[in-house]
T-cell receptor, first 112, second 118 residues
Framework: GENVGLHLPTLSVQEGDNSIINCAYSNSASDYFIWYKQESGKGPQFIIDIRSNMDKRQGQRVTVLLNKTVKHLSLQIAATQPGDSAVYFCAEGWANNNDMRFGAGTRLTVKP | GAVVSQHPSRVICKSGTSVKIECRSLDFQATTMFWYRQFPKQSLMLMATSNEGSKATYEQGVEKDKFLINHASLTLSTLTVTSAHPEDSSFYIC??????????????FGPGTRLTVL
């Protein structure tokens, strides 16, 4: 199910490198996706979103890629900085509906 | 950007007592608010969805009589954990969504409330 309690996978990168965080979403009918960043002891922070009619969207230092064929979402962070260290969650849902469901999350650690 | 606040940020209580957590949207009207629970090193699990002026919709497995949700206004929702037990200790996070035109905006999350039940 979409809210399964799992231990977080981790990704460790060197400062300045690019990071790629992956997410497999569960519902092929989902048409709206969001990436969130959560720092320790804080609530999730919106990073970037994408609608299902797109396969790529770019923000400041971040790019989201959507592959609907295999239900895969990725977040690319360019020139990763120590401040990017956090847990990153993807969420799926529908743009005209309230409901968003969170994936398991990935812990990103940036080494100086 | 839109701001959502939660109060208190941390609470410690004795087993058997009830705890109320407030969630406020500070600069927008939230037609819908969500309550999540997050255990250590795990993802956010949706507990319930509340629309202003109507009863909350609870996710499967979440006891509505234990987790009372009130969404009395467009800027305030409360979650009351009744007769709390140590297994209720968790990080509770609310979010709020504003309806703009025909589509919904993204959710804005509060900073979370750390509940510890002794």
């Amino acid at each position: 199910g979409e809210n399964v309690g799992l231990h977080l996978p981790t990704l460790s990168v060197q400062e300045g490198d690019n990071s790629i965080i992956n997410c497999a979403y569960s519902n092929s009918a989902s048409d709206y996706f969001i990436w969130y960043k959560q720092e320790s002891g804080k609530g999730p922070q919106f990073i970037i979103d994408i609608r299902s009619n797109m396969d790529k969207r770019q923000g400041q230092r971040v790019t989201v890629l959507l592959n609907k064929t295999v239900k895969h979402l990725s977040l690319q962070i360019a020139a990763t900085q120590p401040g990017d260290s956090a847990v990153y969650f993807c969420a799926e849902g529908w743009a005209n509906n309230n409901d968003m469901r969170f994936g398991a999350g990935t812990r990103l650690t940036v080494k100086p | 950007g839109a701001v959502v606040s939660q109060h208190p940020s941390r609470v410690i209580c004795k087993s058997g007592t009830s705890v109320k957590i407030e969630c406020r949207s500070l600069d927008f009207q939230a037609t819908t608010m969500f309550w999540y629970r997050q255990f250590p090193k795990q993802s956010l699990m949706l507990m319930a969805t509340s629309n202003e002026g109507s009863k909350a919709t609870y996710e499967q497995g979440v006891e509505k009589d234990k987790f009372l949700i009130n969404h009395a206004s467009l800027t305030l929702s409360t979650l009351t954990v009744t007769s709390a037990h140590p297994e209720d200790s968790s990080f509770y996070i609310c979010s709020a969504r504003e309806k703009r035109g025909a589509t919904y905006n993204e959710q804005f999350f509060g900073p979370g409330t750390r509940l510890t039940v002794l």
